[in-house]
């Protein structure tokens, strides 16, 4: 998670953000995380939010040079990207809050697509989908061996064949694999014509 550190870093220096607060009225796809706040000690702290006239601006930088990002983009409303350094002060709040959220999105109706515990890391990635064609938000929740917690909220009108595409740009390897087997399953086998031999 180390390159989504960075990125929403590098996304905040680019566009110039602050800590933007967010609409009262959540968007289909938006969770609810409430607010943040650095928690002090010298732990980790970033903060991003990127409105759709942001991503819209970004769409038309990068559309001659790399257009399937473009479209990608401007499917994309808003991306919100949290992560916070875990330490005695918030532990325990935070672990509560990432309870909270799981049954909220349990009661949202977002299908919890990827659960992965192994040895210190706790991911989750979860979609609320519109229908079988559109991908209406994607959230995904990372704690990492009691030191950070990582929260990335991406909502817009996105297909599934760009699962992929949003994952390696947002450097979500759940999101590659699971955009790649979708987009697999969704093109049609080519099968060579069978020649009848002559009787």
Same mark, same amino acid.
């Given at each position: ?17 602050t ?5 009262? =009225? ?8 409430? !607010? ?9 702290? $970033? &903060?991003?939010?990127? #409105?759709? #006239? ?9 559309? *001659? &040079?790399?257009? /399937? ?8 409303q808003?991306?919100?990207? !949290?992560v +916070?350094?875990?330490n005695?002060? !918030?532990?325990? =709040?935070?672990? &509560?809050? +990432?309870?909270? +959220? ?6 949202g109706?977002?299908e ?7 040895? /210190?890391? =706790? ?9 079988? =064609? ?15 917690? $990582?929260?990335?909220?991406? $909502? ?5 064949e ?6 390696e740009?947002?450097? +979500?390897?759940?999101?590659? *694999?699971?955009g *790649?087997v ?13 020649? &009848?031999?002559?009787?």
């Amino acid at each position: 998670m180390k390159r989504l550190q960075l990125l929403a870093m590098g996304a905040s220096l680019v566009f110039g953000l602050t800590s933007a607060g967010l609409c009262a =009225d959540l968007l289909p796809g938006q969770v609810d995380l409430g !607010n943040f706040s650095p928690s002090g000690g010298g732990s980790d702290f $970033v &903060e991003v939010n990127l #409105s759709g #006239s942001l991503i819209s601006l970004a769409a038309r930088i990068v559309e *001659k &040079e790399e257009p /399937d990002v473009a479209r990608l983009l401007n499917t994309v409303q808003l991306v919100r990207v !949290n992560v +916070i350094g875990l330490n005695e002060d !918030n532990r325990g =709040d935070l672990k &509560e809050r +990432i309870e909270k +959220i799981r049954k909220e999105l349990d009661k949202g109706k977002w299908e919890r697509i990827v659960i992965a515990q192994k040895e /210190d890391q =706790d991911v989750g990635v979860y979609l609320k989908t519109r229908d079988k =064609d559109t991908v209406q938000g994607v959230f995904v929740m990372v704690t990492e061996a009691q030191q950070q917690a $990582v929260f990335v909220n991406v $909502v817009g009108d996105i297909k599934p064949e760009q699962l992929a595409l949003l994952g390696e740009k947002l450097h +979500i390897d759940p999101l590659k *694999k699971i955009g *790649k087997v979708t987009h697999k399953e969704e093109q049609p086998e080519h099968k060579e014509p069978v020649e &009848e031999k002559d009787k």
